[in-house]
C-alpha cells in the first residue's frame, strides 16, 4: 500500500506547468528567417544604439526631447514632467525625466543607470540605451554598451565644457574607448548646446576636428563616424531645424538632422543559427495579472527563444522554462538574436538569478571560467600592470574582482606574435596576454571557493568573449578571452 | 595582550607566556607559533577510564598541557561569504576569533600518555606558553607590539554599493567583514521606478540592522561609509532618520564618528582606497594606524613602478639582490613570509629583514589579514622601494656573471654581521 501510495504520489510530482513549445527548431528558423527577409525588403531594420558622453553633456535631455519629438512621449507626459520639474526647481531637467526615472536621479539631476526605451524612424525600430555619464557610474554604462549595436555620442559644445569632457580623465574619451572595445563600430556624435555658443560654425568644426583624429584613433572607420549639431533643450535639429531659434543654424548648415543620420545607420549581421546567449540586466518581479512571476530581461546576443523552451540558468545547476515572451511591451511568441526581451520565467527561484546570470539551452551551455587566458591591449595608464594586481573585471553586466595572476607575453597587437615572454610589467598601450583569476576573499577565514562566471573565447562567442579591466575607477585595459582554463 | 612572564636565555632560546585577551590576539599568537614550538596552555580532555570490573567512566577534566604544535588553524571572527542573491544575512559565529593548535602532547601527565594527539582551542584570559628554540627579532618584535597599550585603533566601515554591502571592523591588524549585504535591486524600467525603490529602501534597512548588530559605533573611533557615488550619503541619511525615528540615543550621540568616503568600486578591496583617501579627516585620526601606514606605502609602491620601475622592485628574489646591494629604503613584507613552515625559509626572511634594518631603512610588516596585505600577498607578499634606481635585468646580467665572487662578498657581509 504504502509502495503503492509512494510511486502514486511519485507520478503525480508534474513538471513545472510548461506551455506547450509551438512549433519545431527548424520551422522556428525558417519562420525567423522569412520575418528577417520581409523586413529586409520593406527596409525596416531594428537596432540597439546607446546613448555615451560626459556627465552633464545632455545624453538624457537629447533622448527625452527626441522621443517627444518622433511621438512616443505625449504632451501630457511631457507637461506633467515640466511641472514636476519645476516644482524640484530643475525646470532644466524636465526633459531627461522621462529618462531619469527614479526619484534619486531626479532630485540630484544625474542619472544613474541605463535607461531602456525604444522609438522608430522611418526605417529604424531602435531600441535605446541612455547610460550615466558620470565617472561612479561607468560599470552601469558598461552594462548599458555591451547591449549596444552602435553608439550615440553627446558633446557639450560650450566653452570649456567639451574639453572638460575630453580631456585625460573625462568621459567623452573613456566612453567611447569603452564602446569600442565592446565591439560597437558605428557612431553618430550629436554635438549639443550649439545654442550656447550662438551657434559658431567655427566652434562645431573645431570639435569635430579633435573628435575625428580621437575617433580614428580609438579604431573607428571614418565612413561609420557622422556629426550633427544639435539643441537638445530647444529641439533643434532633432527631427528638423524650424525653430525660431535655429535660425542661425540654417545659414550654414543644411545637412542631415539626427534623426535622418539614425535612420540610415546600418545593424550588424544577426547570429540567430549560433546558439542562444542571453546576459540578463534585469532581474525584477512581473506585476500584471498577464505577466507575472520572475521577470528577467536583457538581449539577446545569439540564437533565438520562443515560448515553452526550457532553458539553462548559469552560473548554478538549474533550468526555468520561459513563459512569456515580451519585446517592447509586447508579448511575441519568439525573438532572435539582437532584440531586447523580458522573460517570465517558471519553475526556478529567483535566488537563482542575478544581474550578470546568462541564459542558454541546456543542451549547448556556457563554459563557466573562473581562471582564463585573456589578450588584452592596455590603455593610457600610470601605474603600470604587474602580475598579482588587484583589478575589476567587467564582463556584460557583472562586475567582480579579479587578479592578474600571471604575464605570460607581450604580443603583437595585429597578429598576436610573442614580442617577449613573462614580461615584469605591462605599461601603456602594450598587447599583452595574461592569465586572469576571479578573486577570492581570504580575508574572512577560510578561502572560499571562486564563483565561476560564465564566459566563452572571443573565437566561439564574439558577444561573450569580450572582457574590460579597470582600477581606482580608472579603465586600464580591454580584451578578449582566449582561453578557459578553469 | 599581557606579557605574564618572559624568559630567553642568550642562545634566544626560551619561553613566553601571552595572556591574549581580544580577537586580535589571537592573530598574534597565530602568527608568533610555529610548526614545532612547544605551546603549553589550559585544556579540556575527556579521560576515560576503566575500573577492574570492566565499568568505563569517562570524565571531562581541565588540564594543563604542553603540545608539539604540528598544525594550525586560525578563523577571525566572520561571515565567510553569502547567498549569490536573495536577502542573504548570513552572519558569522557570534564568539571572537580562534586559534587550535593540534599536536601530540609533550608534558607528562596522570592522565594523558605522552605522545597523544591533543587539539588546543586557545581561549581569551588564558595564559599560553610558546617555548621555542630560537626566539628571532620578527617574534620578538611581535611579542613587543601585541602587549602595546592602548593600540586599539578599531574602526568600523561599510563598503557599499548599489545593493551589496559589506560590514568590516578593522583593527591594527585584522580587517574582519562581519556580514556581506546582497540585496537584490531591480533596475529601473519604463515608465515605473517603484520596484527599484522599494528594493533601495529594502537594501537601507538591512544595512541599519547589520550596523546595530555588528558595529560597537560607541566603543570605536571612527565609522567609515564608502561607496562610489551617491550611496554613501543615502545610507547615511538613512541611519540617522532611522536613528532620530526610533530616538536611538547612543546612535545619534555617534554622528560624529561618522565619515563618508568616496571609493571607486563597491568591492571590499578599495578599503584600502578608501583609508588613504585625503577627502576625510581619516588620515588625520587614523595616520598613526597600521593599515593607514600600509595604504599607504603600498599605494607609494606602486605609484613608484609607474613612475620610476627601476626604483620598485618586488619578488623575493629580486628584493633579496636588491638588498644585496644595499638599495633598500623601504621593505614591504607579509606576515604570510614570517610563517612558512619551513624553518630556513623563515630565517631568510628573518635576516633579510634584520640586515634591511641595520642600514638603517625602513621596514613595514603588512598583515595578511588586511586588504593591503592581501593585495601585497598577490606580488609574490615583499616588495621594495629602493633609495637609487636600479635595472632588474642588468643586475641579474651581473650576478650571473660574478656569481662566484658576489657569494664570497656575501659571506664577508655575513661575518661582518
Known amino acids: 500500500m504504502a509502495a503503492l501510495g509512494l510511486q502514486d504520489n511519485e507520478m503525480r510530482v508534474p513538471e513545472p506547468e510548461s506551455p506547450k513549445i509551438a512549433i519545431s527548431k527548424e520551422k522556428l528558423m525558417g519562420e525567423v528567417r522569412r520575418t528577417i527577409e520581409k523586413e529586409a525588403l520593406e527596409g525596416i531594420k531594428s537596432l540597439s544604439i546607446v546613448v555615451i558622453g560626459h556627465v552633464d553633456a545632455g545624453k538624457s535631455t537629447l533622448m527625452g526631447h527626441l522621443l517627444y519629438a518622433l511621438g512616443r512621449v505625449g504632451d501630457k507626459k511631457r507637461i506633467a514632467n515640466e511641472r514636476a520639474s519645476e516644482k524640484l526647481g530643475k525646470a532644466s531637467f524636465s526633459w531627461a525625466w522621462e529618462l531619469d526615472g527614479t526619484q534619486e536621479e531626479r532630485e540630484r539631476g544625474v542619472t544613474m543607470d541605463v535607461a531602456i526605451q525604444s522609438f522608430t524612424t522611418p526605417h529604424r525600430r531602435f531600441t535605446v540605451l541612455d547610460a550615466p555619464g558620470h565617472r561612479d557610474f561607468i560599470p552601469k554604462m558598461i552594462s548599458g554598451a555591451s547591449q549596444a549595436d552602435c553608439a550615440l555620442l553627446v558633446v557639450d559644445a560650450a566653452a570649456g565644457e567639451f574639453e572638460a569632457g575630453f580631456d585625460r580623465g573625462g568621459q567623452t574619451r573613456e566612453h567611447l574607448v569603452l564602446v569600442r572595445s565592446l565591439g560597437v563600430s558605428q557612431v553618430v556624435v550629436a554635438i549639443n548646446k550649439m545654442d550656447q555658443v550662438s551657434w559658431s560654425r567655427q566652434r562645431y568644426e573645431e570639435i569635430m576636428g579633435l573628435l575625428q583624429t580621437f575617433l580614428m584613433q580609438t579604431g573607428f572607420a571614418v565612413q561609420r563616424i557622422q556629426f550633427v549639431p544639435v539643441g537638445a533643450m530647444l529641439g533643434v535639429n532633432l527631427v528638423d531645424t524650424n525653430q525660431p531659434e535655429a535660425e542661425a543654424l540654417r545659414k550654414w548648415y543644411s545637412g542631415p538632422t539626427l534623426a535622418d543620420l539614425l535612420d540610415v545607420l546600418t545593424p550588424p549581421p544577426r547570429l540567430i543559427e549560433s546558439p542562444m546567449r542571453l546576459p540578463l540586466t534585469n532581474v525584477?518581479?512581473?506585476?500584471?495579472?498577464?505577466?507575472?512571476?520572475?521577470?528577467?530581461?536583457?538581449?539577446?546576443?545569439?540564437?533565438?527563444?520562443?515560448?515553452?523552451?526550457?532553458?539553462?540558468?548559469?552560473?548554478?545547476?538549474?533550468?526555468?522554462?520561459?513563459?512569456?515572451?515580451?519585446?517592447?511591451?509586447?508579448?511575441?511568441?519568439?525573438?532572435?538574436?539582437?532584440?531586447?526581451?523580458?522573460?517570465?520565467?517558471?519553475?526556478?527561484?529567483?535566488?537563482?538569478?542575478?544581474?550578470?546570470?546568462?541564459?542558454?539551452?541546456?543542451?549547448?551551455?556556457?563554459?563557466?571560467?573562473?581562471?582564463?587566458?585573456?589578450?588584452?591591449?592596455?590603455?593610457?595608464?600610470?601605474?603600470?600592470?604587474?602580475?598579482?594586481?588587484?583589478?575589476?573585471?567587467?564582463?556584460?553586466?557583472?562586475?567582480?574582482?579579479?587578479?592578474?595572476?600571471?604575464?605570460?607575453?607581450?604580443?603583437?597587437?595585429?597578429?598576436?606574435?610573442?614580442?617577449?615572454?613573462?614580461?615584469?610589467?605591462?605599461?601603456?598601450?602594450?598587447?599583452?596576454?595574461?592569465?586572469?583569476?576571479?578573486?577570492?576573499?581570504?580575508?574572512?577565514?577560510?578561502?572560499?571557493?571562486?564563483?565561476?562566471?560564465?564566459?566563452?573565447?572571443?573565437?566561439?562567442s564574439k558577444e561573450l568573449g569580450r572582457i574590460l579591466l579597470r582600477r581606482n575607477g580608472e579603465t586600464i585595459a580591454a580584451g578578449i578571452v582566449l582561453e578557459v582554463l578553469d | 595582550m599581557k606579557l605574564i612572564n618572559k624568559h630567553i636565555a642568550k642562545d634566544h632560546s626560551g619561553h613566553v607566556t601571552l595572556r591574549p585577551e581580544e580577537d586580535e590576539d589571537m592573530w598574534h599568537l597565530y602568527n608568533l607559533i610555529q610548526e614545532g614550538d612547544l605551546v603549553r596552555a589550559p585544556a579540556i580532555r575527556r579521560v576515560t577510564n576503566v575500573s577492574s570490573t570492566g565499568s568505563t567512566d569517562s570524565q571531562r577534566l581541565r588540564l594543563n598541557l604542553t603540545l608539539t604544535a604540528s598544525k594550525m588553524h586560525f578563523s577571525p571572527a566572520a561571515a565567510p561569504s553569502s547567498g549569490t542573491a536573495g536577502t542573504s544575512t548570513s552572519t558569522g559565529a557570534s564568539q571572537g576569533a580562534s586559534l587550535s593548535i593540534s599536536g601530540p602532547v609533550q608534558s607528562q601527565h596522570a592522565n594523558v600518555t605522552m605522545g597523544a594527539y591533543h587539539t588546543l582551542d586557545l581561549e581569551p584570559h588564558r595564559d599560553v606558553r610558546i617555548i621555542k628554540e630560537e626566539w628571532d627579532s620578527v617574534s620578538l618584535d611581535r611579542v613587543a607590539e601585541s602587549c602595546k597599550e592602548g593600540r586599539g585603533a578599531d574602526v568600523g566601515a561599510i563598503v557599499c554599493g548599489e545593493g551589496t554591502a559589506a560590514v568590516c571592523l578593522l583593527s591594527e591588524h585584522m580587517t574582519v567583514i562581519r556580514q556581506r549585504i546582497d540585496v537584490p535591486i531591480p533596475r529601473k524600467r519604463t515608465g515605473s521606478a517603484t520596484m527599484h525603490e522599494k528594493g533601495l529602501a529594502r537594501f537601507y534597512e538591512t544595512i541599519y540592522a547589520s550596523l546595530l548588530r555588528h558595529i560597537p559605533f560607541s566603543s570605536l573611533r571612527v565609522v567609515i561609509i564608502a561607496s562610489p557615488g551617491f550611496v554613501k550619503d543615502s545610507v547615511y541619511d538613512?541611519?540617522?532618520?532611522?536613528?532620530?525615528?526610533?530616538?536611538?540615543?547612543?546612535?545619534?550621540?555617534?554622528?560624529?564618528?561618522?565619515?563618508?568616503?568616496?571609493?571607486?568600486?563597491?568591492?571590499?578591496?578599495?578599503?584600502?582606497?578608501?583609508?588613504?583617501?585625503?577627502?576625510?579627516?581619516?588620515?588625520?585620526?587614523?595616520?598613526?594606524?597600521?593599515?593607514?601606514?600600509?595604504?599607504?606605502?603600498?599605494?607609494?609602491?606602486?605609484?613608484?613602478?609607474?613612475?620610476?620601475?627601476?626604483?620598485?622592485?618586488?619578488?623575493p628574489e629580486d628584493v633579496l639582490l636588491a638588498a644585496d646591494r644595499g638599495a633598500i629604503g623601504t621593505l614591504l613584507i607579509s606576515d604570510e613570509l614570517f610563517r612558512a613552515s619551513d624553518p630556513a625559509v623563515r630565517k631568510k626572511y628573518v635576516q633579510l629583514v634584520e640586515s634591511v634594518q641595520g642600514k638603517g631603512a625602513e621596514v613595514l610588516t603588512f598583515s595578511s589579514m588586511h586588504e593591503s596585505g592581501q593585495q601585497l600577498n598577490?606580488?609574490?607578499?615583499?616588495?621594495?622601494?629602493?633609495?637609487?634606481?636600479?635595472?632588474?635585468?642588468?643586475?641579474?646580467?651581473?650576478?650571473?656573471?660574478?656569481?662566484?665572487?658576489?657569494?664570497?662578498?656575501?659571506?664577508?657581509?655575513?661575518?661582518?654581521?
Open chain 1, 284 to 460: 525584477f518581479r512581473g506585476q500584471t495579472s498577464v505577466a507575472s512571476g520572475i521577470a528577467v530581461s536583457g538581449r539577446l546576443s545569439s540564437g533565438i527563444i520562443q515560448v515553452g523552451e526550457r532553458v539553462s540558468v548559469l552560473p548554478g545547476d538549474e533550468t526555468a522554462v520561459i513563459k512569456i515572451i515580451e519585446v517592447e511591451e509586447e508579448s511575441v511568441p519568439w525573438a532572435a538574436a539582437g532584440s531586447s526581451v523580458t522573460l517570465y520565467l517558471s519553475g526556478i527561484d529567483p535566488v537563482q538569478l542575478g544581474i550578470g546570470t546568462v541564459l542558454c539551452p541546456p543542451s549547448d551551455p556556457v563554459p563557466l571560467a573562473s581562471s582564463f587566458v585573456a589578450q588584452i591591449v592596455v590603455f593610457d595608464i600610470q601605474v603600470p600592470i604587474i602580475a598579482g594586481a588587484s583589478v575589476e573585471l567587467f564582463h556584460h553586466s557583472r562586475d567582480i574582482p579579479a587578479t592578474v595572476t600571471k604575464l605570460l607575453a607581450t604580443v603583437e597587437r595585429s597578429n598576436g606574435t610573442v614580442i617577449k615572454a613573462n614580461p615584469r610589467v605591462l605599461t601603456k598601450s602594450v598587447s599583452a596576454k595574461i592569465q586572469i583569476n576571479i578573486r577570492t576573499s581570504t580575508m574572512s577565514g577560510q578561502a572560499a571557493r571562486a564563483m565561476p562566471i560564465p564566459l566563452e573565447p572571443f573565437h566561439v
Open chain 2, 238 to 315: 538613512h541611519i540617522f532618520a532611522e536613528a532620530t525615528r526610533t530616538g536611538n540615543k547612543a546612535l545619534l550621540q555617534a554622528r560624529n564618528k561618522f565619515l563618508r568616503v568616496h571609493i571607486s568600486s563597491p568591492h571590499v578591496h578599495s578599503l584600502v582606497e578608501a583609508l588613504k583617501s585625503p577627502e576625510a579627516s581619516i588620515t588625520a585620526q587614523l595616520k598613526e594606524t597600521k593599515f593607514a601606514r600600509e595604504g599607504i606605502m603600498l599605494d607609494r609602491f606602486f605609484k613608484m613602478l609607474g613612475s620610476d620601475e627601476m626604483r620598485a622592485w618586488y619578488g
Open chain 2, 378 to 417: 598577490q606580488i609574490t607578499g615583499i616588495a621594495a622601494i629602493l633609495t637609487f634606481p636600479l635595472d632588474v635585468d642588468i643586475v641579474k646580467a651581473e650576478e650571473a656573471a660574478h656569481k662566484a665572487a658576489l657569494e664570497e662578498e656575501q659571506a664577508a657581509a655575513e661575518e661582518e654581521q
